[in-house]
């Protein structure tokens, strides 16, 4: 898939809209009851940028930006502020966040996720684009060294260096950035003074990788 390991410049996302979107099938029966499924096993993310800048410099950064990408044809990072960590947005990622599965004895990858929601409705999210400096992984509560494992940025794989034992609990703490792409082909800049202007919001959409 065409994807560039580049994340958006924070500053050209401050003022950011968005959230995650589902997509259910409904039938309603004669009977007046209901029948529902979806297509999707994953939620997706969209958001809009770019409405809040005013600068020039920063439109001319995020027009850049979209230029390098190539408007929708490469994807890149996004840093979702609200929803970026294993843990809470105001907490510090801690190795125990997550639970990632359970030693055989033989497995070492382990694919990052995160849990939303509890119980038997919780809903597990594959991380494939986590920061590499900040994943923390611990075997059976115990926290693991850096070099006792690996991580593969552009996928979210985690590989570590011995097996653990049958039934160990693998678990890890990151923050995390979203793939997306442009979900336009153009840009549309409005200038307001000498040194000000108004951009349109600029649409993103979740990728799958």
Same mark, same amino acid.
């Given at each position: 898939m065409a994807f560039?390991?580049?994340?958006?410049?924070?500053?050209?996302?401050?003022?950011?809209?968005?959230?995650?979107? #589902? #997509?259910?099938?409904?039938?309603?029966?004669?009977?007046?009851?209901e029948r529902r499924s979806t297509p999707w096993a994953q939620g997706r #993310?969209?958001?809009?940028i770019g409405a809040n800048l005013r600068s020039l410099d920063d439109m001319a950064a995020l027009t850049g930006f979209f230029e390098a990408r190539r408007g929708r044809l490469y994807g890149f #990072?996004?840093?979702?502020?609200?929803?970026?960590?294993?843990?809470?947005?105001? @907490?510090?990622?801690?190795?125990?966040?997550?639970?990632?599965?359970?030693?055989?004895?033989?497995?070492?990858?382990?694919?990052?996720?995160?849990?939303?929601?509890?119980?038997?409705? @919780?809903?597990?999210?594959?991380?494939?684009k986590p920061v590499e400096a900040t994943v923390r992984v611990a075997v059976d509560?115990?926290?693991? @060294?850096?070099?006792?494992?690996?991580?593969?940025? @552009?996928?979210?794989?985690?590989?570590?260096?011995?097996a653990p034992g049958a039934g160990m609990a693998v678990t890890a703490g990151f923050e995390f950035d979203t793939p997306v792409r442009f979900d336009a082909d153009r840009i549309e800049v409005t200038l307001e003074s000498f040194d000000a202007g108004r951009m349109a919001a600029v649409p993103l959409i979740e990728v799958r990788v």
């Open positions: 560039h390991e580049v994340r958006l410049p924070a500053r050209l996302a401050f003022g950011s809209t968005g959230g995650v979107e #589902r #997509r259910t099938e409904i039938v309603t029966l004669g009977s007046g009851f #993310r969209r958001y809009l #990072r996004f840093r979702d502020f609200a929803d970026c960590k294993s843990c809470a947005p105001g @907490a510090a990622v801690a190795p125990l966040d997550q639970a990632l599965g359970a030693g055989d004895g033989t497995r070492t990858g382990f694919q990052l996720a995160k849990a939303y929601g509890a119980g038997e409705g @919780a809903f597990g999210r594959l991380i494939a509560g115990v926290e693991l @060294a850096a070099e006792a494992f690996t991580v593969d940025a @552009a996928t979210g794989m985690v590989t570590l260096a011995a």
